[in-house]
C-alpha cells in the first residue's frame, strides 16, 4: 500500500533526523517530552487489517493538560474512522482519559486508563454503538527535542468476554519539537485482536501544538 509505505518511510526519517538533530541543538528554548505539558494535537493514521483491508484510516483530534503538576494529566479526544473494501463503513469515537506519572533515572514511566464511546456503521454489520474502556503503560523517553515513547495498550468494551471486542497494541511514537510551541511526531504499532485473526498494522503522523 503506497500511503503505508509511505508512513514508514516518514516514521523512519523522523527518528533518524531529529536524534542527529538533538546531539546538536540547544534544548534552551524548547520542550523536553510531553508528560505534564498543555498541547493539542492532529493525527493521521492508516491501518492495514489483516484479511479484512488495506484501506481504513483515521483522523483524530485530541487535548491534553496538567492535572496535578508532575504527576498527573488529563485529556479527551474525538477521533472519525472509515474502511473501504468489502467491509467498508465509518465509526465515531469521543472519549477522556488521566494519565499518571513519575520522573525515575530521566525519563518517566506511566499508567493511563480512560472511558469513551463509540458509533460505528459497517455494511453486512449495520449500526452499532456502545461504551469502551481501556488502558496503557509505557515510558517517555527524552533526548533533547526528540522523545521516543514505547507503549503497551489495552481496549476493551462492556460486552460479555464472548462478544468483546478486546485489543492489545504494541507501538512506540517518536515525536520533535521543532521550538517550544511545535511538534511533529510519527508512530507505528501493532493491534492483535483477542481470540480473531483480524490484527492489524497501524501506522500515523501528525503535529502538535503547545500553549
Keep these: 500500500m503506497k500511503t503505508t509505505n509511505k508512513l514508514i518511510l516518514a516514521l523512519g526519517l523522523l527518528t533518524s533526523a531529529t536524534a542527529i538533530q538533538a546531539q546538536t541543538t540547544t534544548t534552551a528554548s524548547t520542550p523536553a517530552g510531553l508528560l505534564g505539558a498543555q498541547y493539542t494535537e492532529l493525527e493521521f493514521g492508516v491501518q492495514d487489517i489483516k484479511r479484512i483491508s488495506n484501506n481504513a484510516y483515521s483522523l483524530t483530534a ?14 479527551a ?23 499518571a506519572y513519575a520522573p525515575l533515572n530521566g525519563v518517566k514511566p506511566f499508567v493511563s486508563a480512560g ?15 456502545q461504551a469502551l474502556w481501556g488502558g496503557a503503560v509505557g515510558v517517555e523517553i527524552p533526548a533533547g527535542v526528540v522523545t521516543i515513547t514505547p507503549r503497551i ?9 464472548r462478544k ?34 483480524i ?10 501544538a503547545r500553549f
Aim: hydrophobic content about 30%; overall charge negative.
Design 62 to 75: 485530541s487535548a491534553n493538560t496538567a492535572v496535578v503538576a508532575g504527576k498527573l494529566d488529563g485529556g
Design 77 to 99: 479526544s474525538y477521533s472519525y474512522s472509515r474502511i473501504g473494501g468489502a467491509v467498508r463503513g465509518h465509526s465515531n469515537t469521543i472519549g477522556g482519559y488521566f494519565t
Design 115 to 129: 472511558l469513551g464511546w463509540e458509533w460505528s456503521s459497517y455494511r453486512f454489520v449495520g449500526s452499532d454503538d
Design 153 to 161: 495498550s489495552y481496549a476493551d468494551d462492556f460486552e460479555g468476554s
Design 164 to 197: 468483546s471486542s478486546q485489543a492489545w497494541t504494541y507501538a512506540v511514537e517518536a515525536n520533535h519539537w521543532f521550538n517550544k510551541s511545535t511538534a511533529v511526531f510519527a508512530s507505528i504499532g501493532k493491534s492483535d485482536v483477542t481470540r480473531s485473526p
Design 199 to 208: 490484527d492489524s498494522w497501524n501506522y500515523s503522523i501528525g503535529l502538535r
